[in-house]
């Protein structure tokens, strides 16, 4: 059984259609909820409801809201119910907790020099000091 489970409350009793409704919205929607459902796991659950609502008005026969049925509560007195129910339960649940921050890289000292090496130029050609045809010792003077 779940925490979310839904209990008919007493009243005017129910017709065929809406106990059918009553038993398949509470074994196939409200025992599956969870507290850690998201906002679009909610709404499908809302739309389970409002389609098996659909599909039990339409088997519904004419006379049936007629005097001879009597009073009863009918396939949408119940959807509303359950409907009001299930947005309550979604509005009391704890908001999502936020994604952790992303991990930190720590710095090694091996990574610095790693680094430091990728970024040094090793060929003296190509410094920024010149070439090596402008270094002391190495300048052509013909």
């Known amino acids: 059984m779940s925490d979310f489970d839904w209990n008919l409350s007493a009243g005017a009793p129910v017709c065929v259609l809406s106990d059918s409704f009553y ?3 509470r074994d196939a929607v409200f025992r599956q909820l969870r507290t850690d ?10 739309e389970s409801l409002t389609r098996l609502r659909d599909e039990l008005v339409q088997a519904l026969y004419p006379m049936h809201y007629g005097s001879l049925v009597g009073r ?14 299930l947005r309550s339960l979604e509005i009391m649940q704890p908001a999502p907790k936020p994604p952790p921050p992303p991990k930190q890289q720590l710095i090694t000292k091996e990574g610095i020099v790693m680094d430091l090496e990728e970024k040094l130029q090793t060929n003296r050609a190509e410094t920024h000091l010149g070439t090596d ?8 003077t013909s």
């Open 23 to 25: 038993y398949t919205s």
């Open 37 to 46: 459902m998201t906002k679009e796991q909610w709404q499908a659950a809302l």
């Open 133 to 140: 045809d402008t270094q002391p010792g190495n300048r052509n």
């Open 72 to 85: 009863h509560r009918c396939v949408d007195h119940l959807y509303r119910e359950a409907q009001a129910r």
